[in-house]
């Protein structure tokens, strides 16, 4: 059993980290949210092995768990010590490109993120999306229009249809 | 796919992420995870026995108030006086707790955007005074529901969640907070990380306090398990000698804490029982956000106090008590009751006295009120 979840988390973890991290824009508390769905799936296992959408289900238990009390209010203490220094983070720099798209990611809505990551990481379709988070498919269209929009600047490049 | 999209998901691959978790840290969680449930479940079974006993020592309890007894230990029931109405649901399936309640359903639906003003209740629709701050550029909420009612039908077998049990214990020095301390059930998910953990030994039982060094903005924190139940203390500033003489001498009398043999308490100005850590989630929040303004409203019953920390001060706000405080450098946060059933936070980038003076304005709003509607997003912002 130890040795079938290793296998499964070793095939797993690049896509739900990554996916965690784009979702959350904060990569500490997306190291330990995913930690925490992984160590959450193997309490349960077998179970987790038979997930329809394993994937799916371990990003949303990653993203309860930064909305839970304990890390939320971690969370909320670094947004705010962020806006504290917005004039810095505002402040024009060469940066790659890689720093100026994590900026921007971060710098979307929760929702966005969300939407984003699941979409381009994951590659789950509109629908798919709407199911996972619960919302209709036209909020799905106009969220990750909207966020296109903003991360096409970090991308340096006009977004073209 | 077009060829931004191309563009974007190969970006995004690229984007630096943290390190993976070695399999012996998950292993090690999980096994955490199974423990803390069969501990919650057996507690419940103790409890319901009064076979436990942590500590003689003697504390205060009811009656007369003149009559020194020795105080069931905490995570039991009164021997005398079983409550049955308030005593946790037995067995693991029915968690005693709203947030456990929580952890249990995984994975949970999402909230769900509110489409307009006119969809949220009238005690959360509230807004600062037109003449007071500038017009929102933003707002949106969300509604929870859904959430809810998973969460409640998932235990629709189980008896009502137990009452909150926490305490927070201020000190003051005229309005501003000196030392803070919240006092609360843990539930059954381990918070404090064993792995970078200190742990001290109250009397045999051992105490989790997370290393200040290792996370210096959240204070100490700190869990215990005592009669069966999980605790924890969150606080800027205790000395393991307190953290000590709080695991040695606090009582559970009925679902209060009994904290009236600690020395921390015992100094303290302010004293709130069932202070809102472990509540009932509110089923619409409401934020609204202007030029370095930001205002949120959630229909929530959670005492301010519990946002207290050294430096913060108690204020007068819409006929009660808020906490004020600095969040970070020049940003100002206001946490208060508008109602006994919402709680409200204004946080800004303003001296503390101009949030305040703000806060005072904030009033519920008709549902068609123009700086709402205009600005309103209903799914596309969170």
Redesign the interface.
Same mark, same amino acid.
């Given at each position: 059993m130890a040795e079938d979840f290793a296998d499964w988390y070793l095939a797993l973890r690049p896509r739900v980290l990554r996916a965690v991290t784009v979702a959350v824009g904060d990569r500490d508390l997306a190291e330990e949210a995913t930690a925490e769905a992984f160590a959450r799936a193997l309490a349960r296992w077998p179970a987790g092995a038979a997930l329809d959408s394993p994937v799916t289900w371990l990003l949303k238990v990653a993203l309860n768990e930064v909305r839970s009390r304990w890390r939320r209010s971690r969370l909320e203490r670094r947004h705010l010590q962020r806006l504290a220094a917005e004039p810095e983070r505002h402040a024009p720099a060469a940066e790659p490109r890689d720093d100026a798209l994590w900026a921007a990611v971060a710098a979307l809505p929760e929702r966005g993120r969300q939407v984003v990551a699941m979409r381009y990481v994951l590659d789950l379709t509109e629908p798919e999306i709407a199911a996972a988070l619960g919302i209709t498919r036209g909020t799905v269209a106009s969220t990750l229009s909207r966020a296109r929009q903003q991360l096409a600047t970090a991308l340096t490049r006009e977004e073209t249809p | 796919m =077009? /060829?931004?999209?191309d563009?974007? /998901?190969r970006?995004?691959?690229?984007?630096?992420?943290?390190?993976?978790?070695p399999?012996e &840290?998950? $292993?090690d969680?999980?096994r955490q995870?199974?423990t803390r449930r069969r501990l919650a479940g057996a507690g419940l079974a103790v409890a319901a026995a009064v076979l436990v006993a942590v500590s003689s020592a003697l504390a205060l309890t009811g009656g007369d108030g003149d009559t020194v007894t020795p105080a069931p230990p905490v995570g039991t029931a009164p021997s005398s006086t079983p409550e049955p109405t308030t005593a946790p649901p037995a067995g693991p399936d029915c968690p005693g707790t709203w947030?456990e309640r929580?952890?249990a359903t995984?994975?949970?639906?999402?909230a769900?955007?509110v489409a307009g003003p006119g969809d949220l209740p009238d005690e959360v629709r509230l807004l600062w005074a037109a003449d007071a701050a500038p017009d929102p550029d933003q707002a949106y909420a969300m509604d929870n529901s859904?959430v809810l009612g998973q969460v409640g039908a998932a235990f629709e077998r189980c008896p009502q969640p137990q009452p909150d049990r926490s305490v927070v214990v201020v000190q003051l020095d005229g309005d501003v907070v000196q030392r803070s301390a919240v006092i609360s059930e843990a539930g059954s998910w381990l918070?404090v990380d064993p792995a970078t953990a200190r742990t001290l030994d109250a009397d045999g039982v051992p105490v989790l306090v997370e290393n200040p060094d290792a996370?210096a903005?959240?204070g100490v924190r700190a869990e215990w398990e005592a009669g069966g139940l999980a605790w924890e203390v969150q606080s800027e500033d205790l000395s393991d000698a307190e953290l000590i003489e709080l695991v040695r001498t606090m009582r559970l009398d009925g679902d209060s804490i009994d904290l009236s043999a600690w020395s921390v308490a015992t100094g303290a100005e302010r004293f709130v029982t069932g202070a809102g850590?472990d509540v009932e989630p509110g089923r619409a929040d409401l934020t609204v956000v202007a030029d370095g303004l930001q205002l949120t409203v959630t229909d929530e019953d959670r005492d301010p106090w519990r946002t207290a920390t050294p430096g913060s001060r108690e204020v007068a706000v819409a006929g009660g008590t808020g906490v004020l405080r600095e969040?970070?450098?020049?940003?100002a946060?206001l946490t208060w009751q508008p109602t006994p059933r919402t709680t409200a936070t204004l =946080?800004g980038?303003l001296d503390g006295e101009e949030l305040l003076a703000i806060a005072r304005t904030v009033a519920p709003v008709p549902a068609d009120d123009q700086r709402l509607t205009e600005v309103w997003s /209903?799914?596309? &912002? $969170?």
């Amino acid at each position: 059993m130890a040795e079938d979840f290793a296998d499964w988390y070793l095939a797993l973890r690049p896509r739900v980290l990554r996916a965690v991290t784009v979702a959350v824009g904060d990569r500490d508390l997306a190291e330990e949210a995913t930690a925490e769905a992984f160590a959450r799936a193997l309490a349960r296992w077998p179970a987790g092995a038979a997930l329809d959408s394993p994937v799916t289900w371990l990003l949303k238990v990653a993203l309860n768990e930064v909305r839970s009390r304990w890390r939320r209010s971690r969370l909320e203490r670094r947004h705010l010590q962020r806006l504290a220094a917005e004039p810095e983070r505002h402040a024009p720099a060469a940066e790659p490109r890689d720093d100026a798209l994590w900026a921007a990611v971060a710098a979307l809505p929760e929702r966005g993120r969300q939407v984003v990551a699941m979409r381009y990481v994951l590659d789950l379709t509109e629908p798919e999306i709407a199911a996972a988070l619960g919302i209709t498919r036209g909020t799905v269209a106009s969220t990750l229009s909207r966020a296109r929009q903003q991360l096409a600047t970090a991308l340096t490049r006009e977004e073209t249809p | 796919m =077009t /060829a931004f999209d191309d563009e974007l /998901a190969r970006a995004l691959r690229d984007v630096p992420v943290g390190g993976y978790a070695p399999i012996e &840290e998950l $292993q090690d969680r999980a096994r955490q995870l199974h423990t803390r449930r069969r501990l919650a479940g057996a507690g419940l079974a103790v409890a319901a026995a009064v076979l436990v006993a942590v500590s003689s020592a003697l504390a205060l309890t009811g009656g007369d108030g003149d009559t020194v007894t020795p105080a069931p230990p905490v995570g039991t029931a009164p021997s005398s006086t079983p409550e049955p109405t308030t005593a946790p649901p037995a067995g693991p399936d029915c968690p005693g707790t709203w947030s456990e309640r929580f952890d249990a359903t995984q994975p949970r639906s999402m909230a769900t955007p509110v489409a307009g003003p006119g969809d949220l209740p009238d005690e959360v629709r509230l807004l600062w005074a037109a003449d007071a701050a500038p017009d929102p550029d933003q707002a949106y909420a969300m509604d929870n529901s859904s959430v809810l009612g998973q969460v409640g039908a998932a235990f629709e077998r189980c008896p009502q969640p137990q009452p909150d049990r926490s305490v927070v214990v201020v000190q003051l020095d005229g309005d501003v907070v000196q030392r803070s301390a919240v006092i609360s059930e843990a539930g059954s998910w381990l918070r404090v990380d064993p792995a970078t953990a200190r742990t001290l030994d109250a009397d045999g039982v051992p105490v989790l306090v997370e290393n200040p060094d290792a996370s210096a903005d959240d204070g100490v924190r700190a869990e215990w398990e005592a009669g069966g139940l999980a605790w924890e203390v969150q606080s800027e500033d205790l000395s393991d000698a307190e953290l000590i003489e709080l695991v040695r001498t606090m009582r559970l009398d009925g679902d209060s804490i009994d904290l009236s043999a600690w020395s921390v308490a015992t100094g303290a100005e302010r004293f709130v029982t069932g202070a809102g850590v472990d509540v009932e989630p509110g089923r619409a929040d409401l934020t609204v956000v202007a030029d370095g303004l930001q205002l949120t409203v959630t229909d929530e019953d959670r005492d301010p106090w519990r946002t207290a920390t050294p430096g913060s001060r108690e204020v007068a706000v819409a006929g009660g008590t808020g906490v004020l405080r600095e969040v970070a450098d020049g940003v100002a946060m206001l946490t208060w009751q508008p109602t006994p059933r919402t709680t409200a936070t204004l =946080t800004g980038d303003l001296d503390g006295e101009e949030l305040l003076a703000i806060a005072r304005t904030v009033a519920p709003v008709p549902a068609d009120d123009q700086r709402l509607t205009e600005v309103w997003s /209903a799914g596309a &912002e $969170q």
